[in-house]
């Protein structure tokens, strides 16, 4: 590819598309090149494909690209590539076509040439030059990307797993036709039994025909599965990237015009009907509904949304019209901040990631001197040039490096994907390993563990007042008044009796409540002593019940019409539903939960108590919970720390994880490691369980790569390892690991689980 003109003026991040990999050390080629310029810092991924490049300001991408290129691979800014291959997102790769084609070819040509090898009852006269007929497109069409690769990487001084494919099979194949034309097995009626092991024997009479032609199919058919399956790692951030609205209806001068989705500005007013999906971050101006945000955050449940509220953009407004202004458009809405963070975990690289990253660069010219040395030493022990041959293609065939650069990047790739697709967005691989050591949970009590919001809990009426007649009243005047309790006990009186008749006169009492006429009755709602100054007292049951209310940091509203004082309002912020449930799920991780909270320490305790908190730290001015944190890792604790304010944010970044609550404020998700995007706290042990599962599926792909290359290898130099069964146990190797990686797709979330208290 080309270096097409680039901006100049880049800043100090840039990602690129890195076409012709083929295995983790061509990565590592890459990156080595890369980091050779000067100022510029490059991390290269090889599931997937990008590169992600820190330049100093004013650097050329156009240099950048033409290095890479200097390598033998391509590189693209990721715009042009998309736009490039547009087609292929919604349809299929060409290049997964293409190699499907080569795979559907070499299994044809190749198990006929198998099959003649191993069974001699198969092998008819002349069986060896059908074998050679069969087997020559196979070495030289199918494998021809392997050959191109291998030449072009040598052409720059390099080694990759492309050498050794092509190395070890044009090795047996050539053997092959010395064998059939200069040695004696061409010779009619010739036939030779599939033996695992090599044996010494005269090497002019043996072909190596079914080796060439199986571990060219066994390794494309590694190589077609390996391709298919990143791709469908990769699918849960496309699937993200695609959820938005394509276009609006957009209201100008009243007219709803129909336009693309990038043209909204903010400020913007647009229609959603029933059924469409809201087309960015907005708040609601006109109309009520229920909005699915399922697609996004993995909240089954439809949320109920009104005048007011905010929407984010994506979901779908299952109920009824709505009018919403646009508050944050393009890469500035949740849903691309979404793909955006989960894009950057996928590029990273875990420290495991490296090591392996390390070893696999050096893999492949270890495995060839291996190769090297087992050929001289079966020849120097005295055995026959066949036998040393056997044993140092065996060596060159089962040393790729594939499953090791596979291990990581495929688990965090699925693992990450499937993050978002429940609505847990991991910051980096690095944070993994946080999960694995964190030993106690500190959890901001106000928006973590009750809703942040003032709700009607409980209505106390005096003696022969009906409670629906003492919410009417009450709920009427205070739906006048914009003060959050007022409002929180306005839509209590809703949810109760129904729709509230309209106050014919209302006035605010500065400090003290409100007051005012509805449906021909003087009615007072507010504190005790603006009752009194009516001369309007609670009785003394009204009164212990205001008292009992309040010790346990509840507000409590006297409410009085007529002369007479008639009940009291409790309101206080609520219980989320969830967490009680979520303080088990994390106690059944492991984890010790610590409530940490501003408010007086009574409140905090009650709290405590419902969901099942043994440990309490109240009355903490915001810049001191940093201190409780570090306190605790004083102690020697691995701390999580759960948020969603302001507030929280320098506590979020201080503990060794740092999780915050979607439903928060920017600064709390920029300071975090993990954000859920749900407003529910069994998210934070969804999280947490996740990123445990995808580092245990990375140590276990791990283990398989570097277990599997140092048993075998030994193996093959000691002849005790067929070529072609190498072949299939390589190519294994790569499915095993990316098949266990995609398990994490199966991941399913505890929060969608029957609430129980």
Known sequence: MSAAPAPQGVGSSVELMIGGMTCASCAMRVEKKLNKLDGVTASVNYATEKAQVTVPEGTDVAALIAEVEKTGYTAALPRAEESATHEDQDGEDPELTALRHRLIGAVALSVPVIAMSMVPALQFTNWQWASLTLTAPVVVWAAWPFHRAAWTNLRHGAATMDTLISVGTSAAFLWSLYALFLGTAGVPGMTHPFELT??????????????????????????YFEKRSKRQAGAALRALLELGAKDVAVLRDGVETRVPTAELAVGDEFVVRPGEKIATDGVITS????????MLTGESVPVEVTEGDPVTGATTNAGGRLVVRATRVGSDTQLAQMARLVEEAQSGKAEIQRLADRVSGVFVPIAIAIAVAALGAWIGAGFPLSAAFTAAVAVLIIACPCALGLATPTALLVGTGRGAQLGILIKGPEVLESTRKVDTVVLDKTGTVTTGKMALTDVITGPGVDRAELLRLAGALEDASEHPIAQAIAKGAVQEVGTLPAPEDFTNVEGQGVQGIVDGHAVLVGRESLLADWSQHLTPELAVAKADAEAQGKTAVAVGWDGVARGVLVVADTLKPTSAQAIRQLKDLGLTPILLTGDNRTVAEQIAAE??????????????????????????????????GVNDAAALAQADLGLAMGTGTDVAIQAADLTLVRGDLRSAADAIRLSRRTLGTIRTN????????????????????????????????????????????????RADAPVTR
Do not use: C, H
């Open 702 to 749: 791990l283990f398989w790569a570097f277990a599997y290359n140092t048993a075998a290898i030994p193996l093959a130099a000691l002849g005790l390892l067929n070529p072609m069964l190498a072949g299939a146990a390589m190519a294994f190797s790569s499915v095993f690991v990316v098949g266990n990686s995609l398990r994490l797709r199966s991941f399913r979330s």
């Open 287 to 294: 109309g009520s509904s229920a909005v699915d945000a399922s």
């Open 611 to 644: 969901v099942g908190i043994e440990q309490v730290v109240a009355e903490v001015l915001p810049q001191d919970k940093v201190e409780v944190v570090t306190g605790l890792q004083a102690q020697g604790k691995v701390v999580a720390m759960v948020g969603d």
């Open 198 to 223: 090599v044996a010494p024997t005269d090497g002019a009479a043996n072909i190596y025909l079914e080796v060439a032609a199986g571990v060219t199919m066994f390794i494309l058919a590694g190589r």
